[in-house]
């Protein structure tokens, strides 16, 4: 169980083009998913709490109108990278809080990542 | 500001050798601490612990937690090639959801 998705796995792109990219909660229902952003050999950044129905809160730091997010249900939430940069290529993580849960609701599951390249 | 610190940063040992990984932290208000393991991919959890004294264990791998001390270790025995990854330590503070990571420990485990 608590298993969540993530498509693609690996984009390339060219500069200046948008990619989505998918999270989805595949057997649990999910009101708050993460994205995270990692750069090689460097622990988790956390981006944005997408909470389920309402607008995304972001990380300071965090240029809202270039990364795009919507919660449309309660298993899927999706980032758009808009007008990609090659300083965006970075491995991006989604983790799905469970609405309940038999460790918690303090537990979040991890998708497996999406590598982004932009070239 | 949440502070978790991992150590060591790095380690390497032979297969068949016992690990012990710490986890240290400052934070207002501790509520839980998670533990996962990162290969080439996201992290997979691995155990929540949110009472002092109390190991939480699955097959070679265990982890407890001291609320006094503010520190966790998680042990891995008779460890195999299998366990080489990062091992990441969270923190839940307060009312919030967001976890505080700490860098990670990066175990390398040789034939």
């Known amino acids: 169980g608590a298993v969540v998705s993530q498509h693609p796995s690996r984009v390339i792109c060219k500069s200046g083009t948008s990619v989505k990219i998918e999270c989805r909660s595949l057997?649990?229902?999910?009101?708050?998913m993460f994205w995270y952003r990692q750069f090689p050999k460097q622990s988790l950044m956390l981006m944005a709490t997408?909470?389920?129905?309402?607008?995304?809160?972001?990380e300071q730091g965090v240029e809202k109108d270039k990364f795009l997010i919507n919660h449309a249900s309660l298993t899927l939430s999706t980032l758009t990278v808009t007008s990609a940069h090659p300083e965006d290529s970075s491995f991006y993580i989604c983790?799905?809080?469970?609405?309940?849960?038999?460790?918690?609701?303090?537990?979040?599951?991890f998708g497996p990542g999406t590598r982004l390249t932009v070239l | 500001e949440d502070k978790v610190v991992q150590s060591p940063l790095s380690l390497v040992v032979h297969e068949g050798d016992t690990v012990t990984l710490n986890c240290s932290y400052e934070?207002?208000?501790?509520?839980?601490l998670l533990w996962y393991k990162q290969e080439k991919k996201a992290p997979t959890f691995l155990f929540m612990l949110?009472?002092?004294?109390i190991e939480k264990k699955s097959g070679r791998l265990s982890s407890i937690l001291d609320k006094k001390e503010l520190f966790s270790i998680l042990n891995i025995t008779a460890t195999q090639t299998g366990d080489s990854a990062v091992y990441l330590c969270?923190?839940?503070?307060?009312?919030?959801?967001?976890?505080?990571f700490g860098r990670g420990t990066s175990l390398i485990v040789h034939p």
């Open positions: 983790s799905a809080k469970p609405l309940y849960g038999t460790s918690g609701t303090d537990t979040q599951y």
């Open positions: 057997d649990f229902q999910a009101t708050t």
């Open positions: 997408s909470n389920e129905g309402s607008k995304a809160t972001y």
């Open positions: 934070v207002t208000n501790f509520r839980s």
């Open positions: 949110t009472s002092s004294g």
């Open positions: 969270a923190v839940l503070s307060g009312g919030s959801y967001i976890p505080t």
